[in-house]
């Protein structure tokens, strides 16, 4: 099971960047799947998760209006579009994964309810 992210960079306030994670070893059905950052000094926190089981999604507060997550479960990708970034987006993004044929982590972007994980890209928004 890996889960590869890419997509990360510089970019100056106000830009755009999409994130993708690429997953292998296992289908997306039954998973619920997200985006997880963590900034210096900071613990990791979560951005936006999206459920398998009933396609219900979650976005942290400071991140509505401006990202939005996807998947495209042919080719077992997840996206993380980023617009009008700001400084404190700045941090390393983390996919996530984890089995939840429930859909007990409907609406839900907890950390410790999701056990596999990629390595991380850097996003640095410089302003």
């Known amino acids: 099971v890996q889960l590869v992210e890419s997509g990360g960079g510089l970019v100056r306030t106000g830009g755009s960047l999409r994130l993708s994670c690429q997953v292998s070893?296992?289908?997306?059905?039954?998973?619920?799947l997200g985006w997880f950052r963590q900034a210096p000094g900071k613990e990791r926190e979560g951005v936006s998760c999206?459920?398998?089981?009933?396609?219900?999604?979650y976005y942290r507060d400071s991140v509505k209006g401006r990202f939005t997550i996807s998947t495209d479960n042919a080719n077992n990708m997840i996206y993380l579009q980023m617009h009008n970034l700001k400084p404190e987006d700045t941090a390393v993004y983390y996919c996530?994964?984890?089995?939840?044929?429930?859909?007990?982590?409907?609406?839900?972007?907890?950390?410790?309810?999701?056990?596999?994980w990629g390595q991380g890209t850097q996003v640095t928004v410089d302003s």
């Open positions: 999206i459920s398998n089981y009933d396609d219900s999604t």
């Open positions: 996530a994964a984890d089995f939840d044929p429930y859909g007990l982590r409907s609406g839900v972007c907890e950390e410790p309810l999701y056990g596999r």
């Open positions: 070893g296992f289908t997306f059905d039954d998973y619920a």
